[in-house]
């Protein structure tokens, strides 16, 4: 984070931090705007706190992001997590990753070998008992990494997701990817208590 001089300094434990996030004070149209972000009474993430450095781009973000987190999506909490965990780990985003572990992964039913394997494995690991998880984990594979969906996946997609459901999750899919872009990028530092890909890394 930036010292007096503003000079970047390393935040604790990771590396050096590009745009400091907001501290309070804060101003009120920031205070505002952090509130409308954060479920009542938690406090503001870093990455919300950096975001807020651009008021006007937070505030025309926050509805959709609000709207890919709600019980508006078509998609299943459980859906929904599948997706995101993967995206941020494909893109080797470890801080919104772990967010999303340490708040909703319980949530979604996800078990300890799930999380592991969204982090450092694939839609064929023994874990993924359900057509339904595997379909997810390879349609945000395919999305990461060829920014498509080939017809044969696609064919086996639409057999179990109506097409509300593969609009969410392709726009789930490149949120994400904005969101990991950000995070990576302006080196957000890791929150306090959450996991990191080490933490869940495969043993021997």
């Known amino acids: 984070m930036r010292g007096k001089e503003g000079l970047m300094v390393r935040a604790e434990g990771g590396p050096m931090t590009r745009i400091e996030p907001v501290r309070p004070p804060y101003p009120p149209e920031v205070a505002e705007r952090l509130e409308a ?9 870093l990455l919300f706190r950096t975001f807020v450095r651009n008021l006007p781009m937070t505030a025309a973000m926050s509805g959709w992001g609000g709207y890919e987190l709600s019980k508006q999506l078509s998609l299943s909490l459980r859906d929904r997590e599948i997706v995101i965990g993967r995206t941020c780990a494909r893109c080797r985003c470890e801080y919104e990753w772990g967010v999303h572990v340490a708040v909703f992964a319980e949530r979604a039913g996800l078990s300890g070998p799930q999380i592991t394997s969204l ?46 459901q593969l609009l969410d999750l392709t726009m789930l899919a490149g949120w994400y990817h904005a969101v990991s872009f950000t995070a990576n990028a302006a ?18």
């Open 187 to 204: 080196r957000v530092a890791r929150e306090d208590g959450v996991p990191r890909f080490a933490d869940v890394a495969s043993g021997p």
């Open 37 to 45: 972000m954060m479920p009542r009474g938690v406090p503001p993430i």
């Open 119 to 164: 982090a450092h494995g694939g839609a064929g690991d023994p874990c993924w008992i359900a057509e339904r998880d595997r379909l997810l984990i390879e349609a945000a594979d395919a999305l990461h990494d060829a920014a498509d969906i080939g017809d044969d996946l696609w064919h086996r997609l639409a057999r179990i997701f109506s097409d509300e």
